[in-house]
């Protein structure tokens, strides 16, 4: 599911794998822009929402990590960008007792869902989702509950993936 391993510096360097010919020029300037700069006081891994690959790659999902000496002092910033349709194909797919499989992260807004074909999206989605549901991803915590979805009685369950923060519905 890996699509980019990049690694930013503060001195303006890319490193990225795998390599590409020519950036976008309004890509060029990362240190200004917002992933960039919340990075130098942030000392864990952090992910995205999911957003439209600016090389045509689909919708992807970023983990960005900070990078610093031994002093602390910010050097840059390591990401790696995965395919959210790898990740469908892969860990989302449906079984006989399995209606639908959601992937919320920890604000309790929309990943992806068994039901994505993110590869082919041109747009994001934003469904709207039951709070019940939207409060179990914000705080964390697994359980399920007989829910009243589009006017039909589901059983949900969920649990946290703790990794990323998300909850897998």
Same mark, same amino acid.
Request: charged share 20%; aromatic share 8%.
């Given at each position: 599911?890996?699509?980019?391993?990049?690694?930013?510096?503060?001195?303006?360097?890319?490193?990225?794998?795998?390599?590409?010919?020519?950036?976008?020029?309004?890509?060029?300037?990362?240190?200004?822009?917002?992933?960039?700069?919340?990075?130098?006081?942030?000392?864990?891994?952090?992910?995205?929402?999911?957003? =439209? %690959?600016?090389? &045509?790659?689909? @919708? *992807?999902? +970023?983990?960005?990590?900070?990078?610093?000496?031994?002093?602390?002092?910010?050097?840059?910033?390591?990401?790696?960008?995965?395919?959210?349709?790898?990740?469908?194909?892969?860990?989302?797919?449906?079984?006989?007792?399995?209606?639908?499989?959601?992937? =919320? %992260?920890?604000? &309790?807004?929309? @990943? *992806?869902? +068994?039901?994505?074909?993110?590869?082919?999206?041109?747009?994001?989605?934003?469904?709207?989702?039951?709070?019940?549901?939207?409060?179990?991803?914000?705080?964390?915590?697994?359980?399920?509950?007989?829910?009243?979805?589009?006017?039909?009685?589901?059983?949900?369950?969920?649990?946290?993936?703790?990794?990323?923060?998300?909850?897998?519905?």
């Amino acid at each position: 599911p890996l699509v980019w391993s990049q690694l930013h510096t503060t001195g303006g360097v890319t490193a990225s794998f795998p390599g590409a010919s020519r950036y976008r020029s309004d890509l060029d300037d990362y240190r200004t822009q917002t992933w960039f700069t919340q990075s130098k006081n942030e000392r864990r891994i952090t992910w995205t929402q999911p957003h =439209l %690959d600016p090389r &045509g790659m689909g @919708v *992807v999902v +970023s983990a960005r990590r900070t990078l610093a000496n031994e002093d602390g002092d910010f050097l840059g910033v390591a990401t790696v960008d995965l395919s959210l349709q790898a990740i469908v194909d892969a860990h989302l797919q449906r079984k006989p007792w399995v209606e639908r499989y959601l992937v =919320l %992260d920890d604000q &309790g807004r929309y @990943v *992806v869902s +068994s039901d994505d074909a993110p590869a082919k999206k041109t747009a994001l989605p934003s469904p709207t989702l039951h709070p019940r549901l939207v409060e179990a991803a914000r705080t964390g915590t697994p359980g399920s509950e007989a829910l009243m979805v589009d006017g039909n009685a589901v059983l949900a369950a969920w649990a946290p993936l703790t990794a990323t923060g998300w909850t897998l519905v």
